[in-house]
């Protein structure tokens, strides 16, 4: 199915591995050129190559900064500023439990988690409402809206995000501008991976025997009863920010495999 974004431009945090990486990839797939971004400039132009590479028709460009820190967000904006399309998945995350959670540690993944992309979507949602058209995806969790209490200090900050998006929709009405968030749920990480592979380290079983193990083990409810492929999710967030999906205003659509065991 062609999405319609040819042409378009997008900024995607945290683009340089995981979730963020497979979005750019997908994005590019269909005509985007991709803005990449992480905190290391190094890794972001490997990205970017790799981009041209397997889209030649697309303009990927080097978009590394630290958005945590607002100065280089800014600087960030000054050098792109025009987007189509921002997605918001840049965050942090770690099992902690709640007693060895200090404010330190509170205000960190506040800073990181919510303020940073909601400082770049502060910054990009004038123009897209200007030109009346623009897609706001941020990347959320299952963990938003179903905690597990293995890390509080995530779940909170993702929970956020599904707040702050409904308030930025409302800036959108009448307009082709959206704003929206999509909550996966475990995905295959490349940190995920390496995790499960020490976990069982007998070579004689393959990843797909070893994750099925683990999946058993450790989250039987998930109906999937598999990791999400990083892949999966960016075919979601490229349709989401489609042209099609016009009508998803403020939406929290989950990708959680079945972890969430409510109806709505």
Request: include cysteine.
């Amino acid at each position: 199915m062609d999405m319609g974004l040819n042409n378009t431009t997008a900024l995607v945090t945290g683009s340089t591995k995981g979730i963020g990486k497979a979005i750019a990839i997908e994005l590019a797939k269909e005509g985007v050129n991709v803005l990449v971004n992480g905190r290391n400039y190094e890794e972001a132009e490997r990205t970017v190559s790799e981009l041209k590479m397997k889209f030649p028709a697309t303009t990927p460009q080097n978009a590394a900064a630290d958005i945590v820190d607002a100065s280089q967000r800014q600087a960030l904006f000054a050098k792109f500023p025009s987007v189509d399309i921002l997605i918001n998945n840049m965050g942090i995350y770690e099992l902690m439990q709640y007693e060895d959670v200090d404010d330190d540690i509170w205000e960190k993944y506040f800073r990181t988690n919510v303020l940073a992309a909601n400082g770049l979507t502060k910054l990009y949602i004038p123009g897209m409402l200007k030109q009346d058209y623009g897609r706001i995806l941020f990347i959320a969790s299952e963990e938003a809206v179903m905690p597990s209490g293995q890390m509080p200090q995530y779940a909170m900050t993702k929970s956020m995000l599904l707040s702050l998006s409904k308030s930025l929709s409302k800036l959108t009405a009448g307009t082709e501008v959206t704003v929206n968030t999509i909550m996966p749920g475990p995905t295959l990480s490349e940190n995920v991976q390496q995790i499960i592979d020490g976990m069982y380290p007998d070579e004689k079983l393959t990843f797909a025997e070893k994750e099925k193990k683990f999946m058993a083990a450790s989250l039987p409810q998930s109906e999937l009863q598999r990791f999400i492929k990083p892949m999966e999710i960016g075919r979601l967030a490229a349709f989401v920010c489609s042209p099609y999906a016009a009508a998803f205003k403020g939406s929290p659509i989950r990708m959680d495999g079945g972890m969430v065991p409510v109806i709505y």
